[in-house]
């Protein structure tokens, strides 16, 4: 099965050699690349995680889309991650097929768990103080806030999440982890070292942020809009470092290699044969 991959960061790299051991041929897109020659010669493109940014395609060049689908066989396959909906109805009239392969619950599980490791780097980066010193509070409790508050609570670091709804904050007190509501967050602000935001959605505003101390260290691993006020948090000048795509960034090898997997899994589930 001949595959066209859209390099973005260091995850593609090790995600081509990974499916390349596993006997794929693989073509990493160039703008060098020669389009005449390779016009409907590949079987699928796999586009990078996440598929656009900046309301552009993620790509380490600069990308026209409609460049990249004539190259595609008619009847072939677009893998894409969390694109929407004009880009998969694009992919669709040009007669291919879309795979958003960040539906997956496996990738979305790993990806998680590659996310809470180089949020653990940040940390120990970031600190001055042993581990079982800090006080973090944890904000939001899906996949990826499940599997950070795993991490840090394995290393000995005091951990309160905040989550919404009561079933959440039951299953957080379950891992022996102190649980609040979102409205209790005041209460214990200025007892935080560190605010880790996962929630995409602003939960950290002007009046909030004013209750944490001036050596509290805010990350914001969440994605547009984000969950703290960025605008009101450099007025205060607070300590904010906005990390996106961390497995990219920090465990690049492992995150290319789980998104290969799951294509593979993809591949052979839908029995989809180039």
Do not use: W
Not at 145 to 170: C, E, F, M, P
Not at 193 to 204: F, G, L, R, W
Not at 211 to 222: D, P, T
Request: with cysteine; glycine share 6%; aromatic share 8%.
């Amino acid at each position: 099965m001949k595959l066209l991959i859209i390099p973005a960061d260091n995850r593609q790299v090790y995600m081509t050699g990974y499916l390349e051991q596993n006997g794929f041929d693989c073509t990493v897109f160039t703008p060098n690349l020669p389009l005449g020659d390779s016009f409907r010669q590949f079987d699928a493109a796999i586009f990078a995680l996440p598929s656009i940014k900046n309301s552009r395609i993620n790509c380490e060049y600069e990308v026209n889309f409609a460049n990249i689908l004539p190259l595609i066989k008619k009847g072939g396959y677009i893998f894409s991650a969390m694109a929407g909906e004009e880009f998969e109805k694009t992919v669709r009239k040009a007669e291919l097929l879309p795979y958003d392969f960040y539906q997956r619950e496996e990738l979305i599980i790993l990806n998680a768990a590659a996310t809470a490791q180089a949020v653990l780097e940040i940390v120990l980066i970031n600190s001055n103080v042993m581990m079982n010193d800090l006080k973090i509070l944890l904000t939001g409790y899906g996949r990826t806030g499940q599997a950070i508050a795993d991490i840090l609570s394995r290393n000995y670091v005091d951990v309160t999440v905040a989550a919404r709804k009561s079933k959440d904050r039951a299953k957080i007190r379950m891992r022996n982890l102190r649980a609040i509501s979102f409205e209790e967050i005041e209460n214990y602000a200025d007892s935080f070292d560190i605010v880790i935001n996962t929630v995409p959605q602003k939960v950290i505003g002007r009046d909030l942020l004013k209750k944490f101390s001036e050596k509290c260290l805010f990350l914001e691993i969440a994605s547009k809009p984000y969950g703290i006020d960025m605008a009101e948090a450099e007025k205060q000048n607070k300590k904010l470092i906005t990390a996106s795509s961390l497995p990219g960034k920090h465990v690049a090898c492992s995150a290319g290699r789980f998104i290969a997997q799951t294509i593979i899994n993809i591949i052979r589930e839908e029995s989809i044969n180039g």
